[in-house]
């Protein structure tokens, strides 16, 4: 099966890759690009551990083939960080004690990044709503949803 | 053979695809073919990848609703106009899943997915099929439904249906073990027309209860004619089984959904759900 060209932008830069006709986002940023920030879990869109943004929505790397993906613009965890400068969410993450064996961490910060880019001062419903779509088996949410929350605050306050 | 992904612009030209190779599968989402082929359910065949845009039209402001097959959970959700349908769409996964279901792939999510269908099943709505060389046809979702196992459906373009008239005309509950999100134990719809207190034309539809979404027909029969009252709403909950085919799997046993039904669709009728 011949290989695809596919172009799109992944944490801001241009990038060209040939995919296999049927080879997932999820696959192509990992293996293809090595970004390994975002994760393989269930394959199935059930655990949210590949969570990325597309066009700023957030997506299941897992269930979004490549090919899809021409001229689109993919964020992932790995480009949260300014240089050394944590972005608040991850900042808030490390603050609240909101990971513990990290594997479910950037999916939860790229859900959340999606929920605050577009609700900058979401109520604590609309934090769990948000990550509805990710399972943390270790940390817990609570502490999840409050870092969320104080990120929220913080950038809030930053505005203000 | 691996399986091929073909991007097409046009639908005549994915309707003829998918007519001449029963191999070939039009890509939605993603959420159900991208899944199968993850778990190594689908190893070969082509996925054909539509762009045209009637797949994403919404006509929502009028008495007659049209939604292409590519619109989206998250695109029903931000459109007011289908407020009636956000509950149902806020059932289907979470936030990323919403970006990329799409209704024309929920029409095939096999049991215990599939609830938006099961709203649709409800508002009575007409499917716009495009059959390849004959242009396209129009078919009722049940019949949709019924014909979906033996496969050969054709390129689904649209759906369409009257908007529902009344903010309680129409009601949608989904039961779930997990939430927010997690996977149905059964879900109901029910779209309830009355004509001077009594109900006229009732449609109720579970998702589910059987191998596809299915209509409540002895349900409906019971409510024509009458008021949503208390005796009423006995009489539902008496005949609510009929036609049932529940299965027993990881999120609940048949026996299990059969005895909880009744209940949750007193409680949808009274207006007791939140």
Known sequence: MARMPVQFRLNGS?????VEPAETLLGTIRRGLGDFAPKFGCGQGTCGVCTVLVDGEPRLGCLTLSVTCEGRSIETASGLADGPTLHPLQAAFMEHFAAQCGFCTPGMLMAAKALLDRNPNPTRIEVVEAIAGNICRCTGYEPIINAILAAAQQRGARRA | ?????????????AAEILAADRGALLLGGGTLLVRAINEGVMTEGTLLRAVDPALLAI???GARVELGA??????????????????????????????????GGNLFAATPYGDFTAALLALDAVVTLHAGFGGAREMPLEEMLTNRARGGVGLVVSVGFNRPVGADAFRFLKVARVRPKG??????????????GRVSGARIAYGAMGPTPLRAKAVERV????????????ATKTA?????????????????????????????????TS
Do not use: K
């Open chain 2, 183 to 196: 996977v149905s134990v059964l879900s109901i719809a029910a779209h309830l027309p009355q004509n001077a």
């Open chain 2, 223 to 234: 409510l024509e004619g009458q008021s949503l009252d208390a005796a009423t709403i006995a």
């Open chain 1, 14 to 18: 241009d990038r060209a890759v040939f």
């Open chain 2, 240 to 272: 609510a089984l009929e036609g049932t085919m529940p299965a027993t799997d990881a999120i609940a046993s048949e026996w299990y959904r059969r005895e909880v039904l009744p209940v949750h669709l007193g409680r949808l009728l009274a207006g007791e």
């Open chain 2, 59 to 61: 006509n929502a402001g």
């Open chain 2, 1 to 13: 053979m691996p399986v091929n992904v073909r991007i097409v612009q046009g639908l005549q030209e």
């Open chain 2, 70 to 103: 590519g619109v989206t959970m998250a695109m029903v959700l931000a459109n007011r106009d289908l407020s009636y349908l956000h509950a149902p769409a806020r059932g289907i996964g979470g936030p990323a899943v919403r970006t990329t279901a799409t209704i």
